[in-house]
């Protein structure tokens, strides 16, 4: 069984422009969750989503966002970049419910100059 | 609300040497909790996870974990350190709300020592 995507692997972008990263999960997940893991901050949950639907919410400025098509694919975005938006961000892909447990992607790592 | 603390980021230990890394965890509710490790550069492997069915999880690469519910811990240990085990550790504790939200621990590094 194929792992988690995501693409791509790595980004440079520079500050103000807008970014949109990819996951593809596990077949037969319909739950992803976005991290963002950065080395002062750890890892900080962004959102989830579940059925296209955002179930989960992170404490996260609104120049993040996601969202999540009908073949359980997931995007997100974050506009109007900033130096502090430079980290790695992880992807992952479970069943839906509480105790399931998750199953990471590679990540992204963009910087942001 | 749910939360995790993983006591000591960064632990060093002789190859050969007994592995033990702590965490402790807060939960409203009955706990599912989980250990990651994690490589450089790459995402976060399933070590074990423990889901109430047994207090001693065993998981891969000779780890397993002791649900202590009296001290709120669950403990990360192996027996003897590899080289290959240099790597930092992730504890989690899965969310009481709808869905599937992970709260993950600031992470331990690993050193092992020839």
């Known amino acids: 069984k194929a792992g988690v995507t995501q693409t791509p692997r790595y980004l440079i972008k520079t500050r103000g422009q807008q970014v949109t990263l990819s996951c593809s999960p596990i077949?037969?997940?319909?739950?992803v969750s976005w991290y963002q893991q950065t080395p002062g901050q750890g890892l900080q949950f962004l959102f989830e989503?579940?059925?296209?639907?955002?179930?989960n919410k992170g404490n996260f400025p609104g120049r993040f966002s996601g969202r999540q098509f009908s073949n359980s694919r997931s995007e997100m975005n974050v506009s109007t970049l900033e130096l502090g938006d430079s980290a790695l961000y992880l992807c992952?892909?479970?069943?839906?419910?509480?105790?399931?447990?998750?199953?990471f992607g590679p990540g992204t790592r963009l910087t942001v100059l | 609300a749910q939360s995790v603390t993983q006591l000591g980021s960064h632990v060093s230990v002789s190859e050969g040497a007994l592995v033990l890394l702590r965490c402790n965890y807060s939960?409203?509710?009955?706990?599912?909790l989980f250990w990651y490790v994690q490589y450089p550069n790459q995402g976060l492997q399933l070590l074990l996870k423990?889901?109430?069915?047994?207090?001693l999880v065993k998981g891969i690469n000779g780890f397993e974990a002791e649900f202590k519910k009296s001290e709120t811990s669950f403990h990360l240990t192996k027996p003897s350190a590899h080289m290959s085990d240099a790597a930092e550790y992730f504890c989690?504790?899965?969310?009481?709300?709808?869905?599937?939200?992970?709260?993950f621990g600031t992470g331990t590094s690993l050193t092992v020592i020839p």
């Open positions: 992952a892909s479970s069943f839906s419910g509480r105790g399931y447990e998750q199953f």
């Open positions: 939960s409203s509710v009955p706990p599912y």
């Open positions: 989690a504790v899965s969310g009481s709300n709808t869905g599937n939200q992970f709260y």
């Open positions: 077949s037969g997940h319909r739950s």
């Open positions: 989503y579940f059925s296209e639907t955002q179930r």
């Open positions: 423990y889901t109430s069915a047994a207090t």
